[in-house]
């Protein structure tokens, strides 16, 4: 069996992919790659362009911002199943907004951001929902990010913030 094949495999074992017909996934087979990273490796750094979405597949991958006086801030540690590199399917982000570094031994399959844009235009039912599924990612984040920032608000001494 060729990779493509098994990558095909994997995909339909993936829930994001559950409502995708075959030849979709095939489709997204054709765009997609493999890749493995170990422990303390960096994915990619926050400011770096945007190239790829990645799904992990197994391990843990730490999601970190950069915070001024108080340095690299995890807010979310992916897990499997978990998207990573989001907004390289939005049309206006062009550099990462975060930082990923792997906790533990990391397979993802990963999708260049291009291709996979052009994959969402031409075949707009796979489009629906790949954007459909980024949207709760995004509303997920995003959540995940504001109790952090008020976790981290709350902790901050009036000296700090200027009072």
Not at 68 to 83: H, K, M, N
Request: hydrophobic residues 45%; glycine residues 4%; proline residues 4%.
């Amino acid at each position: 069996m060729d990779m493509k094949a098994d990558l095909s495999k994997i995909l339909r074992r993936i829930p994001w992919f559950i409502d995708l017909e075959q030849p979709s996934l095939e489709r997204l087979a054709k765009i997609a790659v493999l890749r493995e990273i170990e422990p303390g490796e960096v994915l990619f750094r926050e400011g770096d362009r945007e190239d790829f979405l990645f799904i992990l597949l197994e391990g843990q991958v730490a999601l970190e911002i950069e915070v001024p006086t108080r340095g690299q801030v995890l807010f979310y540690t992916a897990e499997s199943l978990d998207i990573i590199g989001w907004s390289s399917m939005t049309p206006i982000v062009r550099q990462r907004t975060a930082s990923a570094r792997a906790i533990q031994h990391s397979q993802l399959i990963g999708f260049q951001n291009k291709l996979l844009q052009q994959l969402c235009d031409e075949d707009h039912t796979l489009g629906y929902v790949i954007m459909r599924r980024l949207a709760n990612v995004v509303a997920t984040r995003l959540l995940t990010i504001r109790v952090h920032l008020m976790d981290m608000i709350s902790h901050t001494s009036p000296l700090e913030t200027g009072r």
